[in-house]
Structures are given as C-alpha cells and as structure tokens.
C-alpha cells in the first residue's frame, strides 16, 4: 500500500467512522423528539401541558438539521449539479467538482469558526425554561460542520487521484443499495 492510498483508507475511515457517530447522534435526538411530542400531547390532553418540552424539541431539532446534514452529504444525498457535470469531460469535470468542494470547505470552515464563537459566548445564556447553558445547544453547529469537513477531506483527497471513479467522491447522487457508491 502506497502512502496516498494509507492516507485514503485513513480519511475513508474517519469518514466512515464520523458518519456512524452521526447518524447514532440523529437517531437518538430523533427519537427524543418524538416521544416528547407524544409526551406533551398527551399530557396537555389530559390538561397539564409540560412547559419545557417544546423548548427541548426545539433545541434537538436544531441537532438533526446541522448533524443531520453530515449523514445526508457522506451518503450523498445533498442537491448538486450531477446534470451539468457529467456533461464535461473527465478532466473539467474533475476540476469543477473539485473547484466547488473547496469552495465548500472554505464554508465550513467558516461557518465552524463564528458558530464555535458564538457557542462559547453563549455559554453563559441559559434556556428560557430549561436553565441549562445555551451552549450545548449551540456546538450542534460547529459539531455538524467539523463531521461535514471529515467528509468533504476524504471527498477531495480521492477526487485528486487521477484514477479515481469520479461518482464515487460526487456529493449528489445518492446511496446504492450496498452503501455509499
């Protein structure tokens, strides 16, 4: 094994790895907000409506969106422009695609940077009804875009082996029925 194909399978598993961790994170922030949701129905049904609960679904459906959108970009799953980029040939269209993941990567590591910020500044906010610090609210942000950038790593490394089946490191396109294409 050559020391560019050990870094890949280093990044395919960190990837592989960040996914798992993800989409673990989702299920459960997904099942906490659908039993809440049966929770306060039935307790306000029954005319002693819970307080806190709606604040809490709130917070967590803030978690699956930006966590949430790292299982949607390492199983491919997000918009693109598969259309127009498999209309160039192999050489443009593996400069454009890497063209636009660091145009991608630039974004993450922004959007990382001000929300990781903005997190530790709020770690003195606390919740409207649930007292606890607004801050591990608000690193569901920064915790999505640094799995996002494990992904769009291994993304971009294997895009620059000149071998390598373009599909495979798209970002749109979908899952296959065995796993990530």
């Known amino acids: 094994m050559t020391k560019k194909d050990a870094i890949k399978h280093f990044l395919k598993k960190a990837s592989d790895y960040a ?30 409506a819970l307080s806190w609960n709606e604040e809490l679904m709130r917070w967590l459906l803030i978690g699956i969106g930006y966590i949430g959108a790292s299982v949607a970009l390492k199983i491919r799953s997000h918009i693109g422009i598969e259309f127009f980029l498999l209309k160039l040939k192999t050489p443009v269209r593996k400069i ?22 903005a997190s530790l500044m709020a770690r003195y906010q606390l919740g409207a009804i649930i007292r606890i610090p607004m801050l591990w609210v608000k690193l569901n942000i920064p915790l999505g875009c640094i799995l996002m950038l494990i992904h769009m790593t291994y993304f971009l490394v294997g895009l620059w082996d000149e071998k390598t089946n373009l599909r495979e490191y798209m970002i749109s396109g979908g899952q296959s029925e065995g796993g990530v294409e």
């Open 19 to 48: 996914y798992l961790i993800a989409k673990w994170i989702v299920l459960v922030y997904i099942t906490a907000v659908t039993i809440l949701a049966i929770l306060g129905v039935f307790f306000r049904s029954a005319g002693k």
């Open 96 to 117: 454009a695609i890497m063209f636009g993941y660091v145009f991608i990567v630039i974004f993450l590591v922004i959007i990382f940077w001000y929300t990781l910020q």
